[in-house]
């Protein structure tokens, strides 16, 4: 199994990451992408996929939560690393609306940028959509063309926006929302192929049950390969069979 959206170098991670990833790798889950949130998150973040070579992999990108009116700097970053290195995606990029409209167009105008960053290094794009789903929809249909392929990730949207997403060949996150008794995900799952999800855990944030409320680890995705192959009445084998290729093809690892 893999996590395709982790933020394991996170601070709430500081004194046992080592015993969180051996954790990790004992459930059988072997490979862990990390999305970049800012400046301040990359260090750590490489820190970590060098300590752990072809198990953890790094994005670029900046969070919509981390766009300001001096957000440009950020970007300048985010522009020079994707010129320096390889990643495996563009990302953790979107909008948010959840916290704070002020910045929202910047946070359009970031996107834009990432998107476009996107397609001249042929990387994929991990998109953020809290509060803001048909919002991210709209522009991200304005924008896509060939060139363009993500994930929507931590989708908790309806059966509509999944169709809408899937249509432009992208996938579609699942994470421990699935899990929640009014999450909604009961009804919107059965409706999905498996060709079109990824596994996710979003940790440290939004533990499925029955750790909600605590720290989330990636550790944790079988919990939610569980309940996908439950609602979809297929066997959890198969659910990580098809969303590690899934993984694997978008990443290109």
């Known amino acids: 199994m893999i996590d395709s ?23 059988g889950v072997h490979k862990i992408f990390m999305p970049n949130i800012d400046h301040k998150s ?6 970590l996929e060098l300590k752990y070579l072809e198990q953890c992999y790094s994005m670029m990108g900046l969070h919509p939560c981390s766009v300001d009116k001096h957000f440009e700097k950020e970007m300048y ?4 690393w994707l010129g320096k290195r390889a990643f495996t995606a563009v990302g953790e990029m979107g909008l948010d609306l959840y916290w704070d409209k002020q910045f929202f167009e910047q946070q359009k105008e970031a996107f834009t940028i990432q998107v476009n960053l996107a397609k001249k290094y042929l990387l994929p794009i991990v998109v953020h959509t809290r509060d803001s789903m048909q919002e991210t929809i709209e522009l991200l249909e304005k924008l896509n063309d060939d060139q363009l392929t993500g994930v929507v990730h931590c989708f908790t949207g309806t059966a509509e926006d999944a169709n809408r997403i899937t249509a432009m060949g992208f996938y579609l996150g699942i994470g421990g929302v699935a899990t929640f008794k009014n999450g909604g995900m009961d009804k919107v799952l059965p409706e999905i192929d ?11 944030y939004l533990s499925p049950v029955p750790h909600r409320g605590k720290r989330n680890e990636p550790s944790y995705i079988p919990i939610i ?24 093809k978008l990443f290109k690892v």
Do not use: G
Not at 5 to 27: C, E, G, N, P, W
Not at 77 to 80: A, Y
């Open 77 to 80: 970053l985010v522009e020079e």
């Open 42 to 47: 990359i260090d750590r973040m490489m820190e």
């Open 225 to 248: 390969a569980e309940k996908i192959a439950s609602l979809k009445n297929v066997s959890i084998e198969e659910v990580s069979k098809i969303t590690d290729e899934n993984c694997l």
């Open 5 to 27: 959206h982790a933020h394991i170098y996170s601070d709430k991670f500081k004194s046992d990451i080592d015993d969180v990833l051996a954790r990790t790798f004992d459930q």
């Open 194 to 204: 498996l060709k079109h999800l990824l596994l996710e855990t979003d940790s440290p």
